[in-house]
């Protein structure tokens, strides 16, 4: 996903993406391969000059205890979305990237975001601490 919104940020004279929140390590080396993906990417539609302009800033800090694992973080920012906007995600994989975004916007950061929510309600609702309707609420 990064690597395509980069290039249509490129193509469409948009600022590109500053940072890519890293929730997983799919790669042995996500610069390398995020780089490879990009350049075989840019070869095909013959846009070879943008590769030099590719400075990815990967941030690594939801990644927490590894692959497939939540993170308090996670789980907090899922159960808080779920609450607020009736937007169910898991705590493994989109929940880490909403975590840090919720931890950013905390931190004071209001850089404009895509927040790609692809799935994974499945995850959520097999937890059973978050698929049930908190009290108070109809």
Same mark, same amino acid.
Do not use: N, P, V
């Given at each position: 996903m990064h690597v395509g919104l980069w290039i249509a940020s490129r193509l469409h004279g948009a600022a590109a993406p500053r940072s890519v929140m890293i929730v997983r390590e799919i790669y042995d080396d996500v610069p390398a391969e995020y780089r490879r993906l990009l350049s075989a990417t840019l070869r095909l539609m013959k846009l070879d000059?943008?590769?030099a302009s590719y400075k990815p800033n990967l941030d690594w800090s939801a990644v927490g205890p590894?692959?497939?694992?939540?993170?308090?973080?996670?789980?907090?920012?899922a159960a808080l979305l779920a609450s607020t906007e009736g937007i169910l995600v898991d705590t493994v994989y989109t929940?880490?990237?909403l975590g840090a975004l919720v931890r950013r916007a905390?931190? +004071?950061? $209001?850089?404009p975001v895509v927040f790609w929510h692809s799935g +994974?309600? $499945?995850l959520f609702l097999s937890r059973p601490r978050f698929a049930t309707r908190p009290k108070g609420r109809h």
């Open positions: 000059e943008l590769l590894g692959y497939g694992l939540s993170t308090i973080e996670a789980e907090q920012a929940g880490k990237a905390r931190q +004071g950061h $209001r850089d +994974g309600c $499945r």
